[in-house]
């Protein structure tokens, strides 16, 4: 007996719902409804089960971004995507990595819910524009432009430099040393000198509610933050070296953008809500 469709193609499915919405909790309800609507559906009248999947998947993600939109208004300071645990073997595929990456997920969350569809489904997963079309209820051309505007869009906003997989595990393990220390000048040798440091709590633990940025005054606030009792572990977590710390009540994932040899950007999530996917690795899928 062959496997069910949803089963076999959930890895994808949810990778689709969590680009689109940036929060794993959120992708599973998308999951869920869409499997509830998959069983209710007329499988001989199905010729493509993925491409039916994908659509179903993308419709319900549209109506949770829209949702998510309104409550995101309200959020206290900054917000970040919540952070995944991968396996290292997810960085082999580059368009993967880079595609669930902490930095561009972030990107991602200027767009408004049509174009960020259009730009995960064609630019990360290839569909043709006709299907496409059919997920969002618009025609092709419509989304020819539409995907072409969100890909200039995000080609704005994203990291301007792709490191090798080599580079950005040399420079996290320097950077997770001298956080270890919690010296200043170590610090500094290992950020860029405009590097920007995002914190997110969500009201729920101290952080920063906005950007911290330069150098001098990340290093300083990293270095008072430091504390003996803080266990810093070396993770992956969307596809890129990172970290966990935790100790004394507190937890916190730790995502870096390398650039240049430096960290140009760190991302602290320590919204305790966003931080139930740090025991085990979340399958991704393309």
């Known amino acids: 007996m062959s496997a069910d469709p949803f089963v076999t193609h959930r890895g994808l499915l949810f990778t689709v719902a969590y680009e689109m919405l940036g929060s794993a909790a959120d992708a599973e309800d998308v999951l869920q409804e869409s499997w509830l609507r998959w069983a209710a559906a007329d499988r001989s009248a199905v010729g493509d089960a993925r491409a039916y999947l994908v659509r179903v998947v993308t419709r319900q993600s549209l109506n949770r971004l829209r949702t998510l939109a309104r409550r995101r208004e309200d959020y206290v300071g900054q917000w970040l995507p919540e952070p995944l645990l991968t396996a290292p073997d997810v960085a082999e595929d580059v368009e993967l990595a880079e595609s669930v990456s902490i930095a561009l997920l972030t990107v991602l969350e200027t767009l408004g819910p049509t174009e960020r569809a259009v ?17 969002v209820g618009k025609s092709a051309a419509a ?31 320097r950077f997770l040393a001298a956080l270890r220390t919690g010296r200043v000048q170590e610090l500094l040798d290992v950020m860029a000198p405009d590097v920007v440091l995002v914190a997110d709590g969500g009201g729920f633990t101290p952080a920063a509610l906005t950007p911290v940025r330069g150098a001098a005054t990340v290093a300083a606030l990293l270095a008072r933050a ?8 070396p993770v992956w977590l969307n596809g ?47």
């Open 119 to 135: 730009f995960v489904l064609r630019e990360v997963f290839e569909l043709p524009y006709d299907e496409i079309a059919a997920a």
């Open 143 to 173: 989304v020819r432009q539409i995907a072409r505007r969100a890909r200039d869009h995000v080609a704005a906003r994203r990291p301007r430099v792709r490191v090798s997989r080599s580079e950005q595990q040399e420079v996290a393990d």
């Open 226 to 233: 430091d504390r003996p009792d803080h266990l810093i572990s």
């Open 240 to 286: 890129a070296p990172a970290a966990r710390v935790e100790g004394d009540g507190y937890l916190a994932a730790v995502s870096l953008v390398v650039e240049h040899g430096r960290v140009t950007r760190i991302q602290v999530i320590a919204n305790p809500h966003k931080l139930t996917r740090l025991d085990a690795p979340s399958g991704l899928a393309r």
